[in-house]
């Protein structure tokens, strides 16, 4: 048996092999031109795995993103990525090790309190203290039913299609203006944007291209974008055309209703389908008949608080908060122990302490309602968190969830 070692990506090269192998696990061929829009933002010494001399074994990595917390305060967070072991190695304990060697190296490294991921199945990553904190929903229904109520205020903006020079010219300041308090959103520089809006014969296997779309106020400034895939369909009684829509945002309600129109009143169109939505997106709302769309429920992301009282000193809370939690974390164990946290809306602290605890919580049930979006008094009722202090599960419940669902609208 060969031995494998553990290392980082060393160069270019390396990480074309890299990534070779990771597609090969995920049963995918490798993108030339995908593998060419990681290269952008990633940093080698974040991506790792265990190697045999010859070809990578197994592979995991981080991007260092910047996450929106309840409240607004945006801060470093390790966006776990690319886990992956061989069938030829799998169920031997790589994947343990690596987990252990990332987390060990994110809390050594300091710069990010907690790690966040997406979990390509649901089973894997509560054991390392990973707990699902956010939802996210497919939307899908007939365009024709997709009446707004009669009130709904379209404003005087115009709606037209753009090219991709010109959503990257106005997109990155109408996302950033949109999304800036909405939690788990992420930062998403330049590369990212391009990695967002790129197309290839992958992207477009269940569409067409990639198109986008502007909303312009009526004295010409930009305030929204949608970003969508029309698929053409014809039976013979007609068109049944399908909207793919990857990406709506607008910084005023008015907006944010006209480019929803344009998109659902688009000649030889018959659905649209909305993956990725978040789970209070207001179009729902918008709706004269909300049954007619439909919302399924999908999981969203997978959070880890690495340093437990600097994670939850960054976040703000609903309401004022003063709490004992008496944590458990087998994985990372330098969290366990009790913590007192003091916060509102203004901000929060974290201690240590030696006073009688409140609640017990796994790190990961605490990982799970850490963007607000999972209720602690839920949790509770589920018996998975202890209320030891009659009524702290609802006040943690009052104070940690958030009037706006966490959504995560980047995929990494
Ligand atoms: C998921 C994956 C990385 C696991 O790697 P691995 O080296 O086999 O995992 P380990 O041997 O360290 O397993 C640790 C534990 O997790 C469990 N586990 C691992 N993968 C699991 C899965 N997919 N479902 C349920 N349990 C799983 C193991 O049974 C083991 O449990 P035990 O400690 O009770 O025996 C590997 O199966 C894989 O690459 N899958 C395909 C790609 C993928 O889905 N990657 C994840 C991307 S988010």
């Not at 031109?33 to 197994?58: C, I, N, P, Q």
Request: with cysteine; glycine share 8%.
């Amino acid at each position: 048996m060969v031995d494998l070692i553990l290392r980082t990506v060393r160069d270019d090269n390396d990480f074309t092999a890299f990534n070779a192998a990771l597609h090969s696990v995920f049963l995918q061929d490798p993108q030339d031109d995908e593998v060419e829009l990681y290269r952008a933002f990633t940093d080698f010494d974040r991506m790792f795995g265990f190697h045999d001399g010859a070809r990578w074994a197994s592979t995991a990595g981080d991007y260092g993103k910047q996450v929106t917390l309840p409240g607004g305060a945006q801060v470093p967070v390790a966006a776990v990525t690319a886990v992956t072991v061989s069938p030829a190695h799998r169920r031997r304990g790589l994947l343990t090790q690596m987990m252990r060697y990332q987390l060990d190296g994110i809390r050594a490294r300091g710069t990010e309190a907690l790690a966040m991921l997406f979990a390509s199945e649901t089973m894997i990553y509560g054991r390392f203290g990973y707990g699902l904190a956010s939802q996210n929903t497919v939307l899908t229904g007939q365009v024709r039913d997709l009446g707004f109520r009669q009130e709904v205020d379209l404003g005087d903006g115009v709606v037209a299609e753009t090219d991709a020079a010109t959503l990257l010219a106005h997109g990155p300041a109408i996302f950033d203006r949109a999304t800036a308090d909405l939690p788990g959103r992420m930062a998403r520089p330049h590369p990212w944007w391009d990695y967002q809006i790129h197309d290839n014969d992958e992207r477009r296997k269940d569409s067409g291209r990639v198109r986008f779309a502007l909303h312009h106020e009526p004295d010409g400034t930009p305030s929204g974008f949608a970003i969508y895939r029309p698929k053409s369909d014809w039976t013979a009684t007609g068109p049944t055309g399908t909207l793919h829509i990857e990406e709506v945002r607008a910084t005023n309600p008015r907006a944010y209703a006209r480019i929803w129109r344009f998109l659902l009143e688009m000649d030889l169109v018959r659905s649209m389908k909305y993956d990725g939505a978040a789970v209070d997106e207001p179009l729902r709302y918008l709706l004269a008949d909300q049954r007619a769309l439909q919302c399924a429920v999908v999981d969203g992301i997978f959070v880890r608080l690495v340093d437990v009282a600097r994670a939850l000193a960054l976040r703000r809370y609903a309401a004022p908060v003063d709490i004992v939690l008496d944590v458990r974390d087998e994985f990372c164990p330098w969290n366990t122990g009790r913590y007192r946290l003091q916060g509102g809306l203004d901000g929060a602290e974290c201690e240590s302490t030696d006073a009688p605890a409140d609640i017990a919580i796994s790190a990961r049930d605490l990982g799970a309602i850490y963007l607000g979006g999972i209720s602690a008094a839920q949790l509770t009722a589920a018996g998975l968190v202890d209320e030891l202090t009659p009524g702290s599960a609802l006040r943690a419940a009052v104070a940690f969830g958030w009037p706006v669902a966490p959504a995560i609208p980047d995929h990494f």
